[in-house]
């Protein structure tokens, strides 16, 4: 960009400083215009930052019986992606047989670790959230218990779209569920199983008003911001809202949305997560979205776009870009 822009300078040195300016800010905007960051249906992607690279793991958007793999992406400059192919797969986790969905990842002690759902678990069936690990970001990531780690259905929450959060003190816990509930659990050190919560429960159920799915959570100044995914995800009215509270186990009263459809650009924008770029303190929230036109449910893209706080701390309005 910075050659793009001498050249301009040395062709023109005659034109007025603010028609410069603007050639200026064209290739900047061309530069920055990345929607969707992937050719490919996806959806649910879960975004991380492992130290000056940006990395992308989201489901692979297709019918049930199809969805039986997971592909990452990686960039150092949220514009040009690399494809990792099946970093995860059915055949490395005996017990999953299909719909592979929505991970969650970190890095913890040299390893990397990859949570998923599985296998679209009902009452008296094998299936719910597993855990993966690996040695590199790309994987190949291997089945760590051999079995789910969360199978039951408690509080009425499906086994789905977990988030694992690691606190100040940490602790980590893994907030998942869906069919309208969401619960909070605490991990073990080593991810193979749960511990009793502050209270002794060994589940928490901390469902905001309007939540369905696609839990996350973030902390910032002195807060936790909870975020899920609300409406239905195969029309055009999934959306994202959020709380804030001042302990990770809540209380979460709704604030308002943040993300949401906008018919010039895109429908049914919802199930993210959020990348916090330390270095230059940045947020980029990272979600996926119908093009304009496509009505399969399945036809979804993932994209980035900043996500920005106001003087109070509340989160503004995210505004989709092409």
């Known amino acids: 960009m910075t050659y793009k822009f001498s050249l301009i300078l040395r062709m ?19 530069q920055a215009q990345h929607n969707p960051i992937v050719q490919g249906w996806y959806a649910d992607p879960e975004g991380i930052k492992y130290g000056d690279i940006y990395w992308v793991f989201p489901t692979y958007s297709a019918a049930y019986n199809d969805q039986v793999f997971f592909d990452g ?40 670790y990859f949570f998923f759902a599985a296998n679209d678990v009902h009452p008296g069936e094998i299936g719910g959230i597993g855990v993966a690990v690996a040695d590199k970001p790309e994987g190949p990531y291997r089945d760590l218990l051999g079995k789910p780690l969360v199978q039951d259905i408690v509080s009425g929450a499906q086994p789905i779209d977990p988030y694992v959060f690691r606190d100040n003190d940490g602790a980590y816990y893994m907030f998942y569920g869906g069919w309208g509930h969401c619960n909070v659990v605490r991990l073990k050190e080593d991810f193979s199983g749960i511990l009793p919560l502050p209270d002794g429960s060994m589940y928490k159920e901390i469902t905001p008003k309007g939540y369905v ?32 509270s001042k302990s990770p186990l809540g209380p979460f009263v709704r604030l308002a949305t943040v993300l949401e459809q906008d018919p010039k650009i895109a429908t049914g924008a919802g199930h993210h997560s959020v990348i916090h770029s330390v270095s230059d303190d940045k947020y980029y929230i990272v979600y996926h979205r119908r093009p304009l036109g496509e009505t ?8 980035i776009d900043e996500m920005h706080f106001d003087k109070d701390g509340h989160i503004e309005q995210v505004v989709m870009t092409p």
């Not at 023109?12 to 061309?30: D, E, G, K």
């Open 73 to 112: 992406f990686s960039s150092k400059d949220l514009v040009h992606w690399e494809k990792h192919h099946d970093v995860l797969d059915t055949a490395s986790v005996k017990w999953a047989k299909r719909a592979l969905w929505a991970p969650a990842v970190l890095q913890k002690d040299g390893k990397y």
């Open 12 to 30: 023109n040195s005659r034109i007025p400083l603010s028609v410069l300016v603007l050639s200026l800010s064209l290739v900047m905007r061309c």
């Open 296 to 303: 399969e449910a399945n036809h979804r893209v993932v994209c």
């Open 213 to 244: 799915e696609g839990p996350y959570m973030l902390y910032r100044n002195g807060y936790y911001y909870f975020m899920w995914s609300e409406g239905g995800w195969g029309g055009p009215d999934y959306k994202v809202a959020y709380a804030m």
